[in-house]
Nanobody, 124 residues
């Protein structure tokens, strides 16, 4: 079992930056691919960014590419999402996810472990 806890969400203004963290505990491994998904009110959960187990491969949704950066520190069992140039369309609950394979997958069904989410609200 892997437990994931997100932190770092909050209320910011358009153009601001924010860094989310996802702390993993339990049966963690650097072989686990991890990802960030987000869900805005009334919308389906969507992929934002993913990182491979070793951290050498990343994927991004087109909507965040160039503005968000995903990274991980396997020594600390923590994944990060650095978000810049935030806009109101980024407002959502952000979820951390992990899978027991190393590839940075983009589909939610490929992830078996999920955190509870952290709210990010961007005001205009």
């Amino acid at each position: 079992q892997v437990q994931l806890v997100e932190s770092g969400g909050g209320l910011v203004q358009a153009g601001d930056s924010l860094r989310l963290s996802c702390a993993a505990s339990g049966r963690t491994s650097s072989g686990y691919g991890m990802a960030w998904f987000r869900q805005a009110p009334g919308n389906r959960r969507e992929f934002a960014a993913a990182i491979s187990g070793s951290g050498d491969s990343t994927n991004y949704a087109d909507s965040v590419k160039g503005r968000f950066t995903v990274s991980r520190d396997n020594a600390k069992n923590t994944m990060y999402l650095q978000m810049t140039s935030l806009n109101p369309e980024d407002t959502a609950v952000y979820y951390c996810a992990a899978r027991s394979l190393p590839r940075a997958a983009e589909n939610s069904f490929e992830y078996m472990y999920w955190g509870q989410g952290t709210q990010v609200t961007v005001s205009s």
